[in-house]
């Protein structure tokens, strides 16, 4: 590699780093407004809007390698990119800082996610990857989950209002709550939510690009770039967007982004994807399912027995990341 080559990479790297944080910045304060002007909870932001919007990476990787006639890219992309967003962004954000479990992520999105997991798995078993009939249950299932979020909610905040209580749950730490900014109006925090999504994208797209031809440069093989530059790549928004909700103490962001980008990856493109063309794996093993089911068992737990999810248990989710990959690269060594 060249030394221009170097330069204009690691310009591109250095880019996609500054888009990356500031695309999380305006879609996390975009979302917060929003949440506040339509008497929604923060968590439903980051379980839907957050969510869904950061995960748009691993959406368009999929559809397009379904189309490509690549369905273990696409089946391996969700299951791997569910395991990165549990065990490396939470538990990064966990040894940040310690996030409390809602009561209704303990109660409903956690048991959801682990739900989705277990389907996934035992569907793929079945059939060795996803037909029509099931993608279309997931994509039942992905609109069920959103009107429920959404009509709890609502309900939630009304009683709140009424009791006047709306700030003793909000999620944000005493501390931070002091120093937020004013909330935006719709229209901007419409533009925010757009802006950061585009940033996001094309952040997570400049560093992926740098990042890859580094790899190559250095001699690295396209198996390993492919199970570690990219898995992670297609999660940095997932990993800017709860990064930065952490720094600014709105912990149900930071962690509904992370539990609904899971529900999401799994009901929704894995409900679109199959519809347009049935993906029939083979090479994903029994090993990244076990992992991915363990991890998102591990947070379930965790919020069944536990108030917050602590630096501890954030070094655990991390650490077993690190394992699994190592295995990764051990195995196509």
């Known amino acids: 590699m060249q030394l221009l080559d170097i330069l204009c990479n690691l310009g591109l790297a250095a880019l996609g780093v500054a888009l990356l944080y500031y695309g999380a910045e305006f879609l996390v304060r975009g979302g917060v407004s929003l949440a506040q002007k339509a008497r929604v909870s923060r968590l439903v932001i ?26 273990d890219i696409s089946l391996g992309n969700v299951v791997g990119s569910n395991i990165c967003n549990v065990a490396l962004i939470l538990g990064l954000c966990a040894v940040l800082r310690p996030m409390p479990f809602h009561e209704n992520l303990k109660r409903f999105d956690l048991p959801v996610m682990l739900f989705s997991g277990v ?51 909000s999620g944000i730490d005493p501390e931070i709550a002091e120093s937020m900014e004013k909330p935006l109006g719709v229209p901007l925090a419409l533009l925010a939510v757009v802006g950061g999504v585009v940033m996001l994208v094309l952040g997570a797209k400049s560093f992926l690009y740098a990042a890859v031809a580094f790899a190559k440069a250095f001699g690295i093989s ?41 529900i999401f990856n799994i009901f929704c493109i894995l409900g679109i994807v199959p519809l347009i063309s049935p993906l029939a794996g083979q090479s994903i093993r029994g090993t990244d399912f076990a992992v991915m089911l363990g991890v998102c068992t591990a947070l379930f737990l965790f919020g069944v027995f536990g108030k917050r999810l602590n630096r501890v248990q954030g070094a655990f989710l991390l650490l077993t990341y690190i394992a699994y990959t190592a295995y990764l690269v051990t195995q196509h060594a």
């Open 119 to 169: 389907a996934l798995t035992a569907f793929y078993f079945l059939n060795h990857g996803i037909n029509r009939w099931e993608g279309g249950f997931f994509f039942l299932c992905i609109l069920v989950y959103l009107t429920l979020s959404v009509v709890i909610s609502k309900k939630q905040e009304a009683r709140k209002a009424a009791s006047g209580a709306a700030e003793a749950d």
């Open 46 to 71: 980051g379980l839907t809007l957050a969510a869904f919007a950061t995960s748009s990476p691993e959406l368009v990787v999929s559809i397009d390698s379904a189309l490509r006639g690549s369905p």
């Open 222 to 262: 396209d198996a390993v770039t492919g199970l570690t530059i990219v898995a992670v790549g297609t999660s940095l928004p997932e990993l800017a967007t709860s990064f930065v909700a952490a720094l600014k103490g709105e912990n149900d962001i930071a962690i509904g982004n992370i539990v609904g980008s899971n």
